[in-house]
């Protein structure tokens, strides 16, 4: 196969040969011929002394310049290769989540560098958010049909990490002609809205974490803030829950998580529209108290320079969220910036609730669901985490 070679650096090479599948564009001997080529394209990556690492999609412009693809460095990168590792992690959620309803594909740890495909039934929504998945999306979208007879296949590749891709931002079918469905779980159906809604439409990760929290909510009163759809808080709902409240900025996601307590036959739902710290001081000044808190909010610490200001966010949003939590009561603080570990996190929620003079236990950590798998040389893709804390 006529498959150009891109070397390393000097000993640049170390992550490597302990099994990493990045090469950062600093290790790589970049030449003006490299950055002729076309972003995403497959490689042979090979150190400064000729040891071969296989296979890799190459993007000169892109700080992570080369991700792991095979480790045969011959691998034939077709349409019969994207079907085996779809075959895979199908094969893989089969075993591990809810046949129909899953994050199909996580990127690194399943072998497809950069792609993201949750599944909703007989409807995927795909984000490739690599130059490499990008030059695929034919055959990733012939074998997400073909193996699992979908009628719809939408692209959701409106995420940042596309820019430093050089990729362009778009959002379409690529098969199908209408992608309405439906998520669900633990009994509750969610209708999505792949083509508007929020990145893929409803966020699996938290599966594990909800089904622990609504085990506490028989007979409860329950607080969802940063609801989104209401996973949280329509899961508490259908586990008995007494009385809950949603709490979201966009009032069309708060729309669908009503139609869909209605739908489901959930009574006791409401919602509050608003700036989840606004809302929530509205609602101490009110003198609310709930049994449960939920505070789920977007990635707080996007970057790494973001950090600081972030957990100083969730040590706010613990302080604010734990005057609303009756003695006796629960708070779960979740957090999907993996620019804010579980050791800082924790550190900043235990700050919060000491600043709101609450005494507290934590009972459970939780992280994301097993269909969402992390590669053991990437542990910075693990990026949620959430506690679960009795307060006194």
Known sequence: MDRPTVRLNPNADKRLRAGHPWAFSNEIRMSPEYRAWERGMPVKLESADGWRYGTFMFNPHSLIAARLLDRNPEAEIDAAWVGHRIARAASLRARLADPRFHRLVHAEADGLPGLVVDRYGDVAVVQANTAGMDRLLPDITAALVGQLGLRAVVARNDSAAREQEGLAQEIRLLHGTEAATVAQEAGVVFPIDPLGGQKTGFFYDQRPNRAVVAGLAKGARVLDVFCHLGAFGLGCAKAGAKEVVLVDSSAPALEQALAAAASNGLAGVSAKRGDAFDVMAELAQ????????????????????????????????????????????????????????????????????????????????????????????????AYLKGQLIRLA
Do not use: W
Request: proline content about 9%; aromatic content about 8%; charged content about 20%.
């Open 286 to 381: 009110a003198g609310e108290k709930f049994d449960i808190v939920v505070v789920d909010p977007p990635a707080f610490a996007k970057t790494k320079k973001d950090q600081p200001n972030g957990l100083r966010a969730y040590s706010r949003m613990a302080r604010m969220a734990a005057a609303l939590v009756v003695p006796g009561g629960f708070l779960f603080a979740a957090s999907c910036s993996h620019h804010a570990p579980l050791d800082l996190f924790a550190a900043a929620i235990g700050e919060g609730l000491h600043r709101a003079r609450r005494e507290g236990a934590v009972v459970f950590t939780g992280f994301a669901g097993p269909d969402h798998p992390v590669h053991p040389q990437v542990p910075e893709s």
